[in-house]
């Protein structure tokens, strides 16, 4: 079956404890990217990745860290979590060729920082 | 700067009516392609409907059409005979030339029985 995984779904934890938050892909798809969901907001991308190797920032990079060592996978790192990246994480994974290409998102990671 | 407006926090239709959920958006870039997106209460984003800023037609997907005015840079959706389960989340979204990818606030709709 065609999916994108996240681990953990969830996770509670404390200020200033490294974290990180897995994605992985079956789809062979070159873009990959990250997201967070708060009320009000929206989401908003947070890294993207168009292949192995090459990341961008998005809107909110601040904070956190990615990488692109792997096609399939696209860790989300937070090197010294604060409350304020309380929020709910989504990875998403497509095609890359211009045109339709919809995003498929994971199943998203409620991440709780005291 | 890109941005995603949706006017409408949210919206009320009545079972079997049609729908129209407000979507304009801020580019300079000429090609980009425009997305909306479902979030039901269980939270998963199921993609609906897509447009591409060359596209001369709206785009249409089953009772899901896309009102498409480029000029006045809007990408309205249009929901046909409205369904209970269509009670969700809806986010509009934009895709730029360099593969960002900007949403909305979104537009939280409830279908009355």
């Known amino acids: 079956e065609a999916q994108v995984t996240q681990n953990p779904r969830y996770l509670i934890t404390v200020t200033g404890k490294k974290l990180t938050v897995t994605c992985s892909q079956n789809?062979?798809?070159?873009?990959m990217s990250w997201y967070r969901q708060d009320p009000g907001l929206g989401l908003r991308q947070i890294y993207y990745?168009?292949?192995?190797?090459?990341?961008d920032k998005g809107d909110v990079p601040e904070g956190y860290k990615v990488s692109r060592k792997e096609k399939r996978n696209f860790p989300l790192i937070l090197e010294s979590p604060s409350p304020n990246q309380t929020s709910l994480y989504f990875c998403a994974s497509s095609l890359l060729r211009t045109g339709n290409q919809p995003q498929h998102f994971g199943d998203g990671t409620r991440l709780s920082i005291l | 700067a890109q941005k995603i407006t949706q006017t409408q926090p949210g919206m009320f239709v009545q079972e079997k009516e049609a729908v129209t959920l407000d979507c304009t958006y801020d580019t300079s870039d000429q090609s980009y392609g425009l997305f909306w997106y479902k979030q039901p209460s269980s939270g998963e984003m199921i993609f609906l409907i897509y447009?591409?800023?060359?596209?001369?037609q709206n785009a249409t997907e089953g009772r899901y059409s896309l009102n498409f005015q480029k000029a006045r840079k809007s990408a309205n959706l249009v929901i046909s005979a409205s369904q209970l389960g269509d009670s969700a989340m809806y986010f509009c979204?934009?895709?730029?030339?360099?593969?960002?990818?900007?949403f909305g606030p979104g537009t939280s709709l409830s279908v009355i029985p």
């Open positions: 979204a934009m895709k730029t030339s360099y593969d960002k990818v900007i």
């Open positions: 447009q591409g800023s060359y596209d001369e």
């Open positions: 990745s168009m292949n192995v190797e090459v990341t």
């Open positions: 789809m062979n798809h070159e873009y």
